[in-house]
């Protein structure tokens, strides 16, 4: 496996923010929202999951240490093979859930 | 490979070194500095560790010879004229925690001229990181944060930064937590008024 991207897999991620706190470089950002969670048994006492928002991978400041990979208690982020396209601006090398999600 | 590890008083430090290498530990390894702030008990508040690594190629073993020196006079022996190749690791370690060696080379190797500042010592803040907002400052869920988060390198406004100019320079030591220690604290700032449970200064 070479280490070309970070991949999300958007369905892992519980929007912790541990990835976010261990990035020595600062280029995860996460936004997240509480919602109570919808199908309870009868009885319970209403509780709530954090939805994830935003999750954005700046890759202009990545510098590819893979602490993120390590880091993920429920292996919401993987290593890809696929660089990082170049891009012709910088903010454009800011990838959302949609792209990360799609790293190959 | 045995490796043994000998500490030696700076005063001897350039003697050590040569007895080493006429013991036959005569290959240079490498030389390298820790900054040992803040770590009592084993070290003393304010030191320097400054240790070279020298091999016996002919009877496989190794010996690391260390010193201490203090943080406010860095100062040691060069020991290039035993091993010309420590004169490199020495510029390093010099221009990376301002120890001067003396006798040795005091041209900087990797940090620019203009290049103000020891950025290895643990009292060096991330200056640039103070100015702009941690993408891990915000909780799960975006509930606003009860305790306050502060990211790795960058102290409390109250120890460094947005402070009263007439206190004076901050504590080296008090900057240097900020180095060190869990990622995300929840400190109180030990200069409280005399609050003895405020010690939850671990992690």
């Known amino acids: ?104 | 490979m045995s490796e043994v590890s000998r500490r030696v008083p700076a005063a001897e430090w350039h003697d050590a070194v040569a007895a080493a290498k006429a013991e036959g530990y005569d290959y240079f390894d490498w030389l390298g500095a820790v900054d040992q702030i803040g770590r009592p008990g084993e070290f003393s508040e304010n030191e320097f560790e400054v240790m070279v690594r020298l091999v016996d190629l002919e009877t496989d073993r190794a010996v690391m010879v260390r010193t201490v020196i203090p943080r406010d006079a860095p100062r040691l022996a060069s020991i290039a004229d035993l091993f010309a190749g420590a004169g490199w690791h020495e510029r390093e370690s010099g221009e990376l925690y301002a120890i001067e060696f003396v006798g040795g080379d005091p041209r900087r190797l990797l940090l620019s001229d203009d290049y103000v500042g020891a950025p290895l010592r643990k009292d060096a803040v991330l200056a640039a990181r103070a100015g702009i907002e941690w993408p891990g400052a915000k909780e799960p869920g975006g509930a606003p944060s009860r305790r306050r988060m502060v990211p790795p390198g960058v102290p409390e406004p109250e120890i460094w930064g947005d402070r009263d100019p007439a206190a004076g320079d901050p504590d080296p030591e008090q900057v240097s937590e900020s180095a060190v220690g869990g990622r995300v604290r929840r400190r109180r700032p030990s200069t409280g008024s005399g609050d003895s449970t405020g010690s939850g200064d671990s992690r």
Not at chain 1, 20 to 39: G, L, Q, V
């Open chain 1, 1 to 104: 496996m070479s280490h070309g991207a970070i991949r999300l897999i958007e369905a892992n991620c519980t929007s912790c923010m541990i990835c976010a706190r261990e990035c020595p470089s600062w280029c995860i950002t996460i936004d997240s929202h509480t919602e109570p969670i919808a199908d309870l048994p009868p009885g319970a006492r209403e509780r709530t999951t954090n939805v994830l928002d935003r999750f954005a991978i700046d890759w202009s400041l990545c510098m590819f240490c893979g602490i993120c990979v390590e880091e993920c208690p429920f292996d919401a982020l993987e290593w890809a093979s696929d660089p990082v396209a170049a891009a012709t601006r910088s903010g454009r090398l800011v990838h959302e859930i949609e792209d990360l999600t799609d790293e190959q």
